[in-house]
């Protein structure tokens, strides 16, 4: 399932980061790199893997590489987490109509 190998991607904190600096847009590897703590070809092998995971796309721009966050991929992870969100809101729902009604003060 797409959504697992995606979740599993995003386990790594650094991984995470790197993937968190595409929230701006599009960006070569040298520009998500600046100011992480891990070396320019260790970011690039966080993008491998996110690549695959289907959570980042790449295209050539001259000889770089330009990275961006794949809405596609995205929208895995967003609908396995979304029936935790469905199941939460039927629980409440649900427990919300088996209260009792507390009388106000003064009645």
Partial sequence: MAYQNALGALADPTR?????RLLDGPQPVGRIAKGMPVSRPAVSQHLKVLKE?????????????VYC???HGLAAVR????QFWDQALAAFAAEAEKAPEKPQEGE
């Fill in 53 to 65: 995971a289907g959570l980042v796309t790449d295209r050539a721009e001259g000889t770089r590489r």
């Fill in 16 to 20: 995470r980061s790197v993937f968190e």
């Fill in 69 to 71: 966050i794949d809405p």
């Fill in 79 to 82: 609908r396995y987490l979304d």
